[in-house]
């Protein structure tokens, strides 16, 4: 069977595709039946019959030897701890995860809200928000044969900056290579639901911020924001944590989502 047979003779956008991300080296169809399904016959059955097929990033990568590529599409970092050296790091193990195709995930509210001290030449933090534009800054810098990296950025409801947070989209030159949503609680909607006042605090061994917002006109604002810029998105976080594979696994937490979220 050729590929213009499987994939449809008129389909030319399809065989556009399959020849730019998925086909490798010059293969032709059989070939890259036979690599994508690790020569499992059953495997190659179901793919000639269209009943079933991996994933792009098992598409393009699965059998490929001479380079390094990731088989899933998306990946979660660590939440970002509050210090320098963290930060780097995770945008280290971003851009590797980038080279090898992937996309990543990645949530800040551990550090610590503009103004809040730090012991450095500065005196005193830019805040959370700030260390968005190097986030996206190494999303944009690594990409993987012409296919932009992708990254999620979250912030949890109660962190000071989060109204910073949600108005950074509102500058088109600002944060352009990551999608970024609210982490959303069951207490705070509560309190959008009963117009009420909102505590925002963050609390580490370093500094302790309060700040009070009324979280219905926050979400109002929110919901602006989203209609003129289609960002922030919203995660339920409690959703999240309490219905997945590993809710029965009380030491598991999530750390944020991957871009496919």
Not at 16 to 31: A, C, M, P, R, S
Not at 82 to 109: L, Q, W
Request: hydrophobic share 35%.
């Amino acid at each position: 069977m050729e590929i213009k047979e499987w994939l449809g003779k008129d389909n030319q956008a399809g065989f556009n595709i399959w020849t730019k991300k998925y086909q490798h080296n010059g293969e032709n169809f059989e070939q890259w039946l036979e690599r994508v399904s690790g020569g499992d016959s059953d495997v190659k059955s179901l793919i000639r019959q269209k009943k079933f097929l991996f994933g792009g990033r098992v598409l393009a990568g699965r059998g490929i030897h001479d380079r390094n590529v990731s088989l899933s599409n998306c990946y979660t970092m660590p939440r970002i701890e509050d210090n320098i050296e963290n930060i780097f790091d995770i945008c280290k193990k971003m851009a590797r995860t980038y080279s090898y195709g992937g996309g990543c995930g990645v949530d800040i509210s551990n550090l610590r809200p503009n103004g809040s001290p730090v012991h450095n030449a500065a005196k005193t933090s830019s805040g959370a928000v700030s260390f968005m534009d190097l986030l996206s800054q190494v999303t944009d810098t690594i990409s993987n044969k012409g296919r932009r990296a992708a990254l999620m950025i979250s912030m949890a409801c109660n962190h000071p900056d989060i109204e910073e947070f949600i108005h950074i989209k509102s500058d088109l030159n600002r944060v352009n290579k990551a999608n970024i949503s609210v982490r959303f609680t069951n207490h705070f909607m509560n309190a959008v639901i009963g117009d009420r006042v909102y505590n925002l605090h963050f609390k580490n061994d370093k500094c302790n911020v309060n700040k009070n917002i009324n979280a219905r006109t926050f979400f109002k604002e929110f919901a602006r924001m989203n209609w003129d810029y289609a960002e922030p998105g919203c995660l339920f976080w409690d959703r999240i944590e309490e219905y997945n594979f590993l809710d029965h696994e009380s030491e598991f937490k999530y750390s944020t989502t991957n871009p496919c979220a």
